[in-house]
């Protein structure tokens, strides 16, 4: 009959770490080959010879008056405003002012929502 090689449990773990990790190097070298083998990676392209001389900004209408900004906004979170209503499509001119809107139903929401909150 058959005998196991041995009973000691750390052999064993030994063992089959070293198998787990071999198939992991394995695998890690299949995926290395196929990151240098793949076809569809994009090569690099060639270095401009020279950047373009710059264009000449076409003559546009008089400068749009800079929104209101109140005392606590930085000029980042201006621009940051300003960006995201010029991505919804509006032209930057349309901002007359900002402001933060006082929206006390979020304030009483959560209020109400805390104390229906079994604890």
């Known amino acids: 009959m058959h005998q196991p090689v041995t009973?000691?449990?750390f052999v064993i773990m030994v063992i089959n770490m070293v198998i787990v990790f071999s198939v992991l190097i394995a695998i890690w070298g299949l995926i290395e080959l196929v990151h240098r083998l793949d076809?569809?990676?994009k090569k690099a392209a060639p270095p401009a010879a020279a950047?373009?001389?710059p264009v000449p900004a076409p003559a546009a209408s008089p400068a749009p008056a800079?929104?209101?900004v109140p005392a606590g906004l930085s000029?980042?979170?201006v621009a940051v405003i300003a960006a995201a209503v010029a991505a919804c499509g509006s032209g930057v001119e349309q901002i007359r002012a900002i402001r933060p809107a006082e929206q006390p139903a979020w304030r009483n929401f959560g209020r109400a929502n805390g104390m229906?909150?079994?604890r």
């Open 116 to 118: 229906r909150t079994p």
């Open 39 to 41: 076809p569809t990676k």
């Open 66 to 68: 800079a929104p209101a």
């Open 51 to 53: 950047p373009a001389a």
């Open 7 to 9: 009973d000691n449990p």
């Open 75 to 77: 000029a980042e979170t």
